[in-house]
């Protein structure tokens, strides 16, 4: 028994964060108001394409061999790659199964995390204070602390177990 899966796939995503109220950039606004700042303002956006297989292979009944692979071309965070392979082996017609797998894989950042930022202040006789807030992955002050942009996640995993069959109705 042999089985081959292939596809493709395209996404592509937009991230747009306006500028707040005036009113709470100037400093008459409400206690605490969470805004947006002029200089915060942006828009991006990301393409994205992948490619991914899956083969199987089982030489008897009781053995199943499996690899695939998914490869990742981002606007923004570059190339990626992930891949798995798995093996099943069984006794006794099936009825216990050992499987294990090993597996390397990945998440890139939302543009959500890289880009979202807020601030809030205190309105003390017209004049902004208690300034606070979240501050983008892009900001250049970031660049110049040497802390750069964010960067996909990577994994590895592996794992394995046992599968008990005792009868057809189990």
Avoid: C, W
Wanted: glycine share 14%; charged share 20%; no cysteine.
């Amino acid at each position: 028994n042999f089985s081959l899966g292939f596809g493709t796939g395209m996404k592509f995503d937009k991230f747009i964060e306006k500028v707040g109220d005036e009113v709470g950039n100037v400093g008459v606004g409400v206690f605490g108001i969470a805004v947006n700042r002029p200089q915060n303002a942006i828009s991006i956006n990301r393409n994205n394409v992948g490619f991914y297989t899956d083969i199987n292979y089982s030489p008897f009944e009781s053995l199943l061999i499996g690899v695939s692979g998914r490869y990742d071309k981002y606007s923004d965070v570059g190339d990626l790659v992930a891949y798995k392979g798995n093996a099943r082996y069984g006794l006794f017609e099936n009825k216990i199964m050992f499987r294990g797998s090993y597996s390397v894989g990945f998440k890139a950042p939302s543009l959500h995390q890289s880009y979202y930022s807020s601030y809030s202040a205190t309105n003390t006789n017209g004049k902004l204070t208690n300034i606070s807030g979240l501050i983008n992955h892009d900001y250049q002050t970031f660049r110049k602390m040497g802390i750069g942009s964010t960067k996909a996640e990577k994994t590895e995993g592996i794992s394995g177990g046992i599968v008990i069959n005792p009868d057809d109705y189990f």
